[in-house]
């Protein structure tokens, strides 16, 4: 008889394939508790005494939680306020980004016009030049338009971007050639095919698109510190923030309170559009 313990090829290739996807998901569980844990640390010390905070080593976990922490972070900071402008400075620059970057990707990727190169070259080129180098010059022209401690002179600088053109450019040079064709037989014009056609299979990528920008316009400081007044008008929950923690030196676990609050958006987000997220970043990755 044939010994028992030998194990047949198929029954090697399983145990192979078992261990790498037992590593693979040990390594993702260490990598989400590196990147997680210093939001858990601010939850915890949110809702912690400051004594016990400068505690050493302080709990990690709330044996008495101060819920108290978070009413008065929102009312002692106002961010009520705060939310509500950069909401708005959010929303005026991701619709600004998706509609440039959209139109500006379609005319790359299929109208054929002078310079059309040099032009997305250019546009290219606008990803290596850093904010600071621009920021006095868009400060005079807001300034000298009128936009200044205004809703318009926060969004207006950044409601287009290189990044979106070059990522909707790629993701409609994924559209087949034929269904252009087609619609074109079926009498669609440019509009048309646009927005019938290419915005349709370009969704995860303008989703996409959406999660950066609302990140990045949410997490500003610099800029709306310089483009905005004294008063609590337009300035948004970054500054918002930094005023807490200065007013609340003695009171840190009401200063993270007010941080675990404004993050709660960009959480929500993330959840809602992880799918599109994903899909976005590697449509075209498989042919």
Avoid: C
């Amino acid at each position: 008889m044939p010994p028992t313990d030998l194990k047949t090829p198929a029954t090697t290739r399983k145990s192979h394939r078992r261990s790498r996807l037992i590593l693979r998901y040990v390594l993702l569980t260490l990598g989400a508790v590196i990147v997680l844990f210093p939001v858990y640390v601010a939850i915890v010390n949110s809702l912690l005494e400051p004594s016990q905070i400068a505690h050493q080593p302080p709990p990690l976990f709330p044996l008495h939680p101060q819920w108290n922490s978070y009413s008065r972070a929102w009312s002692q900071g106002s961010l009520g306020i705060y939310l509500r402008n950069s909401a708005i400075q959010t929303a005026l620059i991701v619709t600004g980004q998706v509609a440039t970057s959209v139109l500006a990707g379609f005319a790359f990727a299929f109208l054929a016009f002078p310079f059309k190169r040099t032009l997305f070259i250019t546009f290219l080129a606008t990803l290596m030049i850093p904010f600071e180098v621009t920021v006095t010059t868009n400060l005079s022209t807001i300034t000298s338009l009128g936009w200044f401690n205004s809703y318009a002179g926060l969004a207006v600088p950044f409601l287009a971007t290189g990044f979106g053109t070059f990522l909707m450019r790629q993701a409609f040079l994924q559209i087949p050639r034929d269904l252009r064709e087609a619609a074109e037989l079926d009498g669609y014009g440019r509009l048309a095919f646009l927005w019938r056609v290419a915005i349709p299979l370009a969704r995860p990528a303008i989703a996409a698109l959406a999660v950066f920008s609302f990140l990045s316009s949410w997490n500003q400081y610099l800029w709306p510190l310089l483009a905005t007044g004294n008063d609590n008008s337009v300035r948004t929950v970054q500054i918002g923030l930094k005023q807490l923690l200065n007013t609340q030196l003695d009171q840190i676990n009401v200063s993270l309170a007010g941080t675990v609050i404004a993050v709660v958006p960009l959480i929500v987000l993330l959840v809602i559009f992880q799918k599109q997220l994903v899909r976005g970043l590697t449509a075209g990755a498989v042919k």
